[in-house]
């Protein structure tokens, strides 16, 4: 299975309350109902605050 595409995961970013930790990013997807494969894909992050879509998106862990 690939990993969900970065434009999928942006739509559920954008509704996420910024600034946001790496759990309160995670929880957030996941009361919007985000896939288990974002989710996934989302634990992989660094800890930390992240102030915008953006950022996440940066930060995650290229495959």
């Given amino acids: ?3 969900p595409d970065r434009g999928e995961l942006l739509r559920f ?3 996420v309350r ?6 309160e990013i995670c929880q ?3 009361a919007l109902g985000a896939p288990a494969a974002h989710l996934a894909r ?3 992050l660094p800890e930390g605050t992240y102030v915008e879509p953006d ?5 995650l ?3």
Avoid: W
């Avoid at 910024?18 to 759990?23: E, S």
């Fill in 1 to 3: 299975m690939s990993p």
């Fill in 13 to 15: 970013l954008c509704h």
């Fill in 18 to 23: 910024f600034p946001a930790t790496k759990q």
């Fill in 28 to 30: 957030q997807c996941a």
């Fill in 42 to 44: 989302l634990r992989t």
């Fill in 55 to 59: 950022t996440v998106l940066q930060a």
């Fill in 61 to 63: 862990p290229h495959l």
